[in-house]
Every structure is written in structure tokens, then in C-alpha cells.
């Protein structure tokens, strides 16, 4: 098999410093959301010297890459984020955080996992990959923003939208996330649930603790709604995806002192939900049901944010994934569609195929974030299995 042909070329050594040198790297500029710390210069860097071209812009602090090469009709991708969660409790880590540190069979540093790991595997696949691309019938891109941890306002979003002016919208793309549970390839993600989150305002009337009869407790109105929003039913999920809920994220009064009654008081609440819901739908539920109660309360507003679309692929993508897999694990993944929201989302809703795979995710955004060398350089070979099997 091609694929076999080039690890003999490389030789696992070879293979081993490569991709450790990138994660090495990505991992010492402490790239905390939205800041990429010059991790897209040192990608392009490599890109670019492997034949792509480089297109780098700035939204809002935001770093955005896209990396091309290639001049055929099939556009493939990778997607993924140079930001990482900071490295708080810095005297809890056994290890310097921004630095990489190997003891033992595993390498320790904030983003190994999440998700420098995954850039670092696809930077040394690429190497040894291109020479068996076919580039007259494919083109590959590397797509990279340094906001994924945060709002995610400027980063992906931005990318597909530049990407669907210039009708360039990827058929396939591999989202370099942690998606695998004990070892790399046990689980990917072949889609997400949606989410969406709202503010519910109540108001009452202030007035002193002991005179409740002048006033109205926006506090008691507010726990009343918090119990109905609670108690909504929402459906079991199906085989694909895991069942919606809803969950209270924020009650409060603001500033309080043991001798008024509030005047105000805010819920916010997000919903996580499967293919069976819609966005509107939720929010019309929620919203009629809340101005029913309104008799609660003098006055009620609610505010919506955070909209996270679901996003679910079907298609060849799914295969090709499972047989690299395969080849290289001996196993099959399991097809996944739990956790949070990720990035993918953005670019299936243009019509993309999109599969998430990457290494374990058990340590994301923890004190001593790991990965096993083995999991990362498993992650390489797989990558470079998956490019070969897609574009050859
Ligand atoms: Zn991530």
C-alpha cells in the first residue's frame, strides 16, 4: 500500500522528531484565546515551504489562516485552533505549562491535546503525505483561527465565509479536535448537538424585608420560572445523537444586602439539544411558556445568545475515516455525536462532510493537560493514511 511505502521512506525516528518538533513548537508560544502568539507564522512557515500558499488576516484580534495547495475540483481541509484555555493554578501543574515536557511515554503541556497535538500530527503528515497527493485533482487547505476557546465570533465563521465567496467551500474536512476516549481512533464525532442560551429578566418591586407588602420579590417570581423551565420534557435523542436538556447556568440579584427585597432578578439557562429540535422551535416553547406565567410578574424579558447550530454528516468521508482507521488500529471507531459544540458546525452548514478526529480527550483543559506519544504519533500515522486514501 502507498501509505506503507512512505513510513519506510521516513523511518519512525524520522517520523517521531518531526512531529514533536512542531508540538514543541505550538506548545512554547503560550497562545491563550484570542491570542495565537505567532503559532499561525511558525504553521505557515511550514505550509509554505511545503508548497502552499498563505493567506493570514486579522478579525477583531482574531489570527486566521488559510493555507492552499493544489489546483484540482475536490477540496479537502483540515480544520483547527492554535488557542488554547489558560493555564490557571500555574503552582497546581507538575510541569511548565507553555513548555513540552516527555516523561515517560507522555508529553505534558496546555494544548498537547487540545488541540496543538492534532495541528502538530497534521503538519508531519503533510510532509511525508504530498509527494503522493494528486494535486491536479485535489486541493488541500489548512484552516486555522486562534479563537475556538472563546466566542468563536471571528474565527471559523470568518474562514467559511471567505472561503464561500470565493465559491472555494470545502467538500470534505477532518476537525483536528480530541475526540477519542482511551486511545486515538477508539471514537470520532460525526456531528454535534446545538445549543443555545437564554437570559430571562424578572422584575418585582425593591423594598425593605420587613414590609412586604410594599414591595413585589422579583427572587420569588424568578425561582417560580427557574421550577417551570426545569420541568420542561424534552426528548430522548435517537441512535445519533444523545437526548436535549436544559440546565439553569445563572441565578441572581445583583448586589444584595439581608435587608431588602429585590427588585430584579436574572435566569440564564442554556439548552443542549439533539436532531429532534429545532432553534425555533425551542425558542418558541420556552418564550410562549414563559409569557403564559407572566401573570407572575410585572414584567418579563428574555434575551437569546451563543446560537450553536447541530450539525450531523452521512457520507464517504465517514468510510474513508473508518478504513484509515482500521488500517492503522486494526479496529473500528465508534461513531460519535456527544460532547460540546466544536468549530465543524461552521462548515457542515455550508454543505460540507465533516469528521472530528483526534487524540484522547481525557485531560482538556486540566491542570497537566497529556497525551501519550503513542496516541500522538498514532494520530500522525492516521492522518497521513487518511490524506493518501482521499487524495491519490
Ligand atoms: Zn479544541
Redo the contacts with the bound molecule.
Keep these: 500500500m502507498l501509505a506503507e511505502n512512505i513510513s519506510d521512506k521516513v523511518g519512525p525516528n524520522n517520523q517521531q522528531t518531526q512531529v514533536m518538533e512542531h508540538l514543541r513548537q505550538l506548545v512554547h508560544r503560550p497562545s491563550v484565546t484570542p491570542n495565537d502568539a505567532g503559532c499561525q507564522s511558525y504553521i505557515s512557515r511550514i505550509l509554505n515551504r511545503l508548497g502552499f500558499e498563505i493567506d493570514m488576516f486579522e478579525v477583531n484580534d482574531v489570527t486566521n489562516m488559510i493555507a492552499k495547495i493544489g489546483e484540482g475540483d475536490i477540496r479537502i481541509a483540515f480544520s483547527g ?1 492554535t488557542d488554547v484555555v489558560p493555564a490557571n493554578n500555574v503552582q497546581d501543574w507538575t510541569v511548565d505549562p507553555f513548555a513540552l515536557t516527555e516523561k515517560d511515554g507522555v508529553i505534558f503541556g496546555r494544548g498537547v491535546a ?2 496543538k497535538g492534532g495541528i502538530a500530527a497534521m503538519l508531519a503528515a503533510l510532509e511525508q503525505a504530498l509527494p503522493s497527493m494528486d494535486l491536479n485533482s485535489y486541493c488541500f487547505y489548512v484552516l486555522i483561527t486562534s479563537d ?2 472563546g466566542e468563536a465570533e471571528y474565527g471559523t465563521k470568518e474562514i467559511i465565509q471567505r472561503l464561500a465567496d470565493n465559491n472555494e467551500v470545502p467538500h470534505m474536512c477532518i476537525v483536528g ?1 480530541p475526540t477519542s476516549a482511551e486511545t486515538t481512533g477508539d471514537v470520532i464525532k460525526v456531528g454535534r448537538r446545538g445549543a443555545i442560551s437564554g437570559e430571562v429578566l424578572v422584575k418585582g418591586k425593591q423594598g425593605h424585608v420587613a414590609y412586604p407588602k410594599n414591595a413585589n420579590n422579583a427572587s420569588h417570581k424568578a425561582m417560580a420560572l427557574g421550577k417551570w423551565l426545569t420541568e420542561l420534557s424534552w426528548d430522548e435523542g435517537s441512535t445519533d445523537f444523545p437526548g436535549s436538556h436544559l440546565q439553569i447556568t445563572g441565578l441572581s440579584t445583583g448586589e444584595w444586602t439581608d435587608n431588602i427585597i429585590p427588585g430584579e432578578c436574572t435566569i440564564n439557562f442554556n439548552v443542549r439539544y439533539s436532531n429532534k429540535q429545532t432553534e425555533d422551535d425551542i425558542k418558541l416553547r420556552i418564550s410562549s411558556g414563559l409569557l403564559q406565567l407572566k401573570q407572575l410578574t410585572q414584567d418579563l424579558t428574555i434575551r437569546w445568545s451563543r446560537s450553536c447550530l447541530p450539525y450531523h454528516t452521512s457520507g464517504e468521508l465517514i468510510d474513508e475515516v473508518e478504513k484509515s482507521i482500521f488500517d492503522v488500529t486494526q479496529r473500528f471507531p465508534r461513531l460519535s455525536t456527544s460532547g460540546g459544540t466544536s468549530d465543524g458546525r461552521f462548515i457542515a452548514q455550508f454543505g460540507a462532510q465533516v469528521v472530528e478526529l483526534g487524540v484522547p480527550n481525557h485531560s482538556i483543559h486540566q491542570v497537566d493537560e497529556n497525551v501519550k506519544l503513542k496516541d500522538l504519533l498514532d494520530l500522525q500515522h492516521l492522518y497521513r493514511n487518511l490524506l493518501v486514501r482521499l487524495a491519490s
Design positions: 485552533h487540545d488541540m475556538e476557546e479536535e
